[in-house]
């Protein structure tokens, strides 16, 4: 009988082996991915702390980044029996398993500089990237406080210019209750956000189009024939500029579509235009005009002179803006807690220039604060360009 169990254990070990080390690899290679996963989001965080603090300084902002992570495992097993203790020692067999694991990673760190992340980090961000933030269901006026530099309202044939920025109260006033409005419409799920159409025409002589370039024509432009005239009208689409309404800009007259063809084709792409009238939710305080957003570096800079030199303060909405939701008006657009001495229960800190940062996770209005600091981890992913990677493997399992 014990040379029965002698055998089937010699040729049982052979097929158990290639099953555990089966069995771990894909644990293995799990537990690597998340924990890298979460390094890499760490470190990047902290270093947007780092910078707010810096910027606090009136110090440059500077970033690395992490081009690439290899990590190699080996995973190393042996067996044998031995005689069980006890009872029958000697005449029965006892499995013995043993093994390691051994992980070698290997990571690239590079520093983010250059002319053209450079350039990138000083150019203001276009509408679309807003866009794609504000149909995440962001508060449009977290959205606006965070990347807009200024508004520009239009009283009757001119324009006035209203800073956000907290020395200049009556501007950064007005700014505050303009934000403040259009997140009133949003709460009642009456905001519109959409790109126009712009059509554009232009005329040709017929007599000047051979056969061949109006079929090519054709293919980009709608054609339309004056005989009488002798001319070609030619007629294009194209998807414009964002504005932001209370109303479905789809209900428009033609007239009224035409005129805001018009006035779409002389704003900026670093604009957001907003065109607010009266019968529509919030219509009592109509208003037309346009934000003006700024780049990744004033934004951090903005954060940063926020906590020293520009500090934010409560201003009240307009009396004629609807209920807020939950009342929501934080007087800082991300607050911060900055203290002598580390900081227990907060989500994430950070040491520099002496102190410790962290986002104020603390107070009322912590879902506002957790989601500003989200919305500035996706501005900087849209800022960065794509990091050189060396020829290193990616996570590879060595058995």
Not at 39 to 54: E, F, G, V
Not at 201 to 220: C, D, H, I
Not at 327 to 354: F, K, Y
């Amino acid at each position: 009988m014990k040379h029965t169990y002698r055998y089937l254990l010699w040729l049982l070990l052979p097929c158990l082996l290639p099953v555990l080390q089966g069995c771990l690899s894909p644990i293995t290679l799990q537990h690597a991915v998340s924990a890298y996963d979460d390094t890499i989001t760490d470190a990047i965080s902290r270093q947007l702390l780092t910078n707010i603090a810096r910027a606090q300084h009136h110090q440059p902002i500077h970033f690395t980044g992490i081009s690439n992570v290899a990590a190699t495992f080996d995973f190393r097993f042996n067996a044998g029996a031995t005689p069980a203790l006890g009872g029958l020692a000697g005449n029965t067999l006892m499995p013995i398993f043993g093994g390691s694991i051994a992980e070698n990673p290997t990571i690239s760190i590079v520093p983010i500089e250059g002319e053209e992340f450079t350039w990138r980090l000083l150019t203001p961000f276009r509408q679309n990237k807003f866009m794609l933030l504000f149909r995440q269901r962001f508060d449009v006026d977290l959205l606006l406080r965070l990347m807009a530099q200024e508004v520009r309202i239009q009283e009757g044939l001119s324009q006035k210019t209203y800073r956000n920025r907290s020395p200049f109260p009556a501007d950064y006033e007005m700014f505050r209750k303009v934000v403040l409005h259009l997140s009133a419409i949003q709460d009642q799920n009456q905001l519109h956000a959409e790109p126009l159409n712009i059509e554009y025409n232009w005329t040709l002589p017929a007599a000047s189009v051979s056969a061949e370039g109006f079929q090519t024509l054709e293919k980009e432009f709608s054609i339309y024939h004056d005989q009488q005239k002798g001319l070609f009208t030619l007629r294009q689409k194209k998807q414009g500029p964002i504005l932001i309404t209370n109303y479905d800009p789809e209900m428009l007259s033609e007239t009224e579509r035409v005129q805001l063809n018009e006035e779409a084709k002389q704003w900026d792409p670093t604009d957001v235009a907003f065109d607010i009238r009266p019968g529509g939710a919030g219509g009592e305080w109509p208003m037309k005009g346009a934000f003006r957003l700024r780049s990744f570096h004033a934004i951090i800079n903005f954060l940063g002179s926020s906590l020293d030199d520009e500090p934010e303060y409560q201003v009240e909405k307009d009396p004629r803006t609807p209920p807020i939701l939950r009342n929501e008006n934080p007087d800082a657009t991300m607050a911060l807690l900055v203290t002598d001495s580390s900081l227990p229960n907060t989500d994430l800190s950070i040491r520099s220039h002496g102190k410790y940062y962290a986002v104020n996770n603390q107070e009322s209005h912590t879902r506002w604060n957790r989601n500003a600091f989200q919305m500035l981890y996706l501005l900087f992913q849209m800022t960065v360009t794509g990091l050189p990677h060396t020829n290193v493997p990616g996570i590879t399992i060595a058995k």
